[in-house]
């Protein structure tokens, strides 16, 4: 199975900074890696798939790169709905594993 | 709009089975394949099983293999999720999810996402 890590697993910040998240995987998984975030007692959002091709309805504050076996999240301007914790997950080969979370709080 | 609806969860003992359901709506529901992500309280995502658009083909964690069977019935909308067996690791939330693009073809995300049902295995 591909093993995802994420970096850090936690982070302050306030809103109206930049904050970037960094995903790896054990392997490389191409451009195969999609990111979610998921607000307390709510289901997870897709932000992000193929690594860098923003979801419709999200915002453009939020942007994701990499390929093979490393990749980042980046997001531009932090607003105050954004504080949530954020998972990478690949999606090369099942089981289509996720990242253990990034949890992002206000500072 | 697409929905999302999964109900059967509960609590059950060790041992017993329980199947969930995943009712559709707002899309061409065997146009696309589905899966089943869990969450154990206070902790990560876990892939746990997906399954094509035509149900031919299935796909399972190894923590479930064997134990959890998942399948479709395009004629009711409806997605299920069969669990035998069941111990107290696989206390979570159980969430159903839409692929992100029709017939199965890359890329592969998951778009739609349903509000979860709570599974407690416990004496």
């Known amino acids: 199975d591909i093993q995802m890590t994420q970096s850090p697993s936690s982070l302050s910040a306030s809103v109206g900074d930049r904050v970037t998240i960094t995903c790896r995987a054990s392997?490389?998984?191409?451009?195969?890696l999609n990111w979610y975030h998921q607000k307390p007692g709510k289901a997870p959002k897709i932000l992000i798939f193929?690594?860098?091709n923003l979801q419709s309805g999200v915002p453009s504050r939020f942007s994701g790169s990499g390929s093979g076996t490393d990749f980042t999240l980046t997001i531009s301007t932090l607003q105050p709905e954004d504080f949530a914790t954020y998972y990478c997950?690949?999606?090369?080969?099942?089981?289509?594993?996720f990242g253990p979370g990034t949890k992002l709080d206000i500072k | 709009d697409v929905q999302l609806l999964e109900s059967g969860g509960g609590l059950v003992q060790p041992g017993g089975s329980l199947r969930l359901s995943c009712a559709a709506s707002?899309?061409?529901?065997?146009?696309?394949?589905m899966i089943w992500v869990r969450q154990a309280p206070g902790k990560g995502l876990e892939w746990v099983s997906a399954?094509?658009?035509?149900?031919?083909?299935?796909y399972y964690a190894d923590s479930v293999k064997g134990r959890f069977t998942i399948s479709r019935d395009n004629s009711k909308n409806t997605l299920y999720l069969q669990m035998n067996s069941l111990r107290g690791e696989d206390t979570a939330v159980y969430y159903c999810?839409?692929?992100?693009?029709?017939?199965?073809?890359?890329?592969?995300?998951?778009?739609?996402w349903g509000q979860g049902t709570l599974v407690t295995v416990s004496s």
């Open positions: 997950q690949q999606s090369y080969s099942t089981p289509f594993t």
């Open positions: 999810a839409k692929y992100g693009a029709a017939a199965g073809t890359r890329p592969y995300y998951f778009d739609y």
């Open positions: 193929a690594a860098s």
């Open positions: 707002g899309f061409t529901f065997s146009g696309y394949a």
């Open positions: 392997q490389s998984i191409s451009s195969n």
């Open positions: 399954i094509s658009g035509s149900g031919g083909s299935t």
